[in-house]
């Protein structure tokens, strides 16, 4: 199994989706160049946020390094929503595409993976975490306006006097959830890519199956490589 993958951002998904490859794939090892890619490995590069991953070229780069390269069995491109949608986002990456005129080798499979809204609305999942925003008096506007421990996440909108965009307030609303327990930004997601965290999201689908679609598909994704490792 080669895999390369290719995020929208440059720090919480470069820290995240190695974390937690290394969870449900821990056969599976990290190179940090692309043509060092072997047997039971991946290498994951940014596409330094989007719509720059198609402006600039990213993703129609890392397309001609896999074609030149031959071997690699799986592009999983990886992207937010936000407003768009799931649908939406996968329609603008295979439009793109073929704008260009440009597709994989037969023998590699395209897996577009949409978080939705964005990478922020999964980690909103984690039910443990709620109960401890509860303990932050900032947490009470968002709960009020929607309770994330009992309806799905990916579902939230934002309030109607919100000026910013969905997915600030879903990266805002996680903020004060984890707090005064655990800290997170973008440069520093380390207290969210935890085992333990993974863990209680991979608990929520126990307790919710139809909630977090996105994310489900991302892990039955990495669930079906277990074969191959």
């Known amino acids: 199994m080669r895999i390369y993958i290719l995020v929208e951002g440059e720090n919480t998904e470069m820290a995240l ?4 490859i290394s969870y449900i794939l821990p056969n ?3 190179v940090d160049d692309f043509f060092n890619i072997e047997n039971d490995s991946y290498y994951i590069a940014s596409g330094y946020g989007y719509p720059a ?3 600039n070229n990213h993703l129609i780069n890392a397309i001609k390094d896999i074609n030149d390269k031959g071997d690699i069995d799986y592009l999983i491109v990886c992207l937010d929503g936000d407003t768009v949608g799931v649908q939406g986002r996968k329609n603008e990456i295979l439009t793109h595409l073929k704008v260009n005129n440009i597709s994989l080798i037969n023998n590699c499979k395209l897996e577009i993976i949409i978080q ?4 922020e609305t999964w980690l909103l999942g984690n039910k443990k ?17 929607y309770n994330v421990s009992i309806n799905d996440p990916e579902l939230m909108e934002k309030p109607k006097d919100y000026k910013n965009s969905k997915s ?9 959830m984890l707090k005064p327990k655990l800290r997170y930004s973008k440069a520093s ?4 890519i935890t085992k333990k965290y993974f863990d209680s999201l991979q608990d929520r689908f126990n307790d919710t199956p139809n909630h977090l679609g996105s994310l489900k ?3 039955d994704l990495l669930h079906s490589f277990i074969k191959f490792s």
Do not use: D
């Open 168 to 176: 600030i307030y879903h990266y805002c609303y996680l903020i004060e």
């Open 189 to 192: 997601p380390n207290n969210v």
């Open 116 to 119: 939705n809204i964005c990478i």
């Open 28 to 30: 599976l090892k990290r």
């Open 53 to 55: 991953m198609i402006q």
């Open 129 to 145: 975490m709620y109960s401890n925003g509860e303990l932050n008096k900032n947490f009470i506007a968002y709960s009020k306006h």
């Open 17 to 20: 989706y190695p974390a937690w």
């Open 217 to 219: 598909t991302l892990l």
